[in-house]
């Protein structure tokens, strides 16, 4: 099949065969081109949306709560930070980096740096904006 040609609905067989000396294996496949999916309108590829959690007065931002992503949406940076879309995702993607950095990477200490990270990211976005 030439790449050129293709459009949304051809179909086409493939075959694929594989040979070592005297063994001999084939096998075919149906493929039908798609039309590329529209991006998702959520908060952006690879960011999962959050579970929103109520815990004010605490001071974590965010954390793994078993197989969730939970962020503090009364923590005062969120409430800051919530209202404008490209704010808030930017908020959330600092707060997702580090969630993601710390299972990585995380060594003694590391907890207290990323979050110092994060708030530094967050004062800055209220201020410089």
């Excluded at 096998?27 to 004010?56: I, M």
């Excluded at 969730?68 to 930070?81: G, P, T």
Aim: aromatic share 4%; charged share 25%.
């Amino acid at each position: 099949m030439n790449c050129a040609n293709t459009r949304p609905g051809l179909r086409t067989a493939i075959t694929v065969v594989a040979a070592q000396g005297a063994e001999r294996a084939e096998a075919t496949a149906t493929v039908v081109v798609a039309d590329r999916p529209e991006p998702s309108a959520d908060l952006a590829a690879g960011v999962p949306e959050p579970e929103l959690v109520d815990d004010a007065g605490a001071r974590w931002r965010s954390r793994f709560d078993g197989q969730r992503w939970q962020v503090n949406a009364s923590h005062e940076d969120y409430i800051a930070l919530r209202a404008e879309p490209r704010t808030r995702l930017r908020y959330l993607l600092a707060l997702f980096a580090k969630e993601v950095a710390l299972r990585a990477h995380g060594v003694p200490g590391s907890e207290e740096a990323l979050e110092s990270l994060v708030e530094i990211l967050a004062h800055a976005e209220r201020n410089l904006g």
